[in-house]
């Protein structure tokens, strides 16, 4: 499978979209969550993205390395966001994307 | 993690749609292209909503129930297609949708 | 074109995607942004499904009506949310959403 | 609304993404499929980045000019491919996907 080169790609990209979806969530029960509005936006961005990016390496895109390039950036945006709050879910988040930033940047 | 009770579901949806998008690859790439025509179309389609599924769950969303079910109906579609032929690829695309649609009936 | 039968459809799924994300993005910069927390998750749902569906149509999808049927639910369950909420974007997107989910009803 | 200072946008992009996707079904119900597999591929690359592009719009993303430069990559690679077949909707879906990329460089 031509996926197949990707695999370790593949699994950064599934574990940050599932930590931004899942701060997503857990953001909208915080109790201070007007000062999470940023977090929620990046959140929905940067899951978006990664999901994006999941599909169209295992269908072989031809712009598999464009597409890396923008998910790297919003990788990197989301996680200076989250970095900057304490809830646990936050610095997760923060830690899987920085992680997702830098493998997508190797194939960009 | 509310998604983590359905961690196992996550890792058959994400396998049903990267075989999915491999056969799609795949079968763009045989040599008897017409005979595939419905299994490229489904291979879309069944890769699509397996993606939006796994994202579904993984935001929390309340409609995973509904969801499912209409994804459990699309891997079965893809699934009898994809037996009809030979091909490794269209083989292993079958096996992967109809374990991806019996774990979607679980949760439908 | 075989979607062009759905081209009411495809407009009013449209205006309800463009509504939903509209509500999205405005709720994230209301003052009250906490009692908005249902509403966000809600938003998002809804805008994703009308897109997926819009696609779906254009595609000549074998399974519009089944996901029309899942659109139409979301559809109102997000109108009953932002009918709630006084703000103008929350009761327009209320109007969009019930006006989409008959819509759906019509060809699921 | 912030995604209304890009109305002409959002109608180009969604009118790219119906004829991709009309394409797509098109070209497999063509007797020479064969010739047309970049074609298809193609055509699911563009109306996936044009549907994407347009929620990303509506929901204010922070990353609109960065997806619109991808964005017009991929309507041209599609355009060029669409441009060298003679049937109707590859020629419609050409046009389509040049004047989208078109307006795609106006706002990366």
């Known amino acids: ?22 701060c997503f969530d857990a953001c909208l029960k915080e109790e201070d969550m007007k000062m999470m509005a940023e977090c929620i936006r990046l959140d ?25 390039r923008v998910c790297a950036q919003i990788c990197e945006t989301c996680a200076e966001e989250c970095r900057k709050h304490d809830h646990d879910h936050c610095q997760e988040c923060a830690d899987a994307c920085m992680k997702c930033a830098e493998a997508c940047r190797s194939v960009a």
């Open 44 to 68: 929905r961005e940067c899951a978006d993205i990664c999901a994006y990016l999941e599909a169209a390496i295992t269908r072989n895109s031809p712009f598999v390395s464009q597409l890396a």
């Open 1 to 22: 499978m031509p996926h197949h080169q990707h695999q370790e790609l593949l699994k950064t990209l599934h574990e940050c979209m599932a930590a931004c979806n899942h």
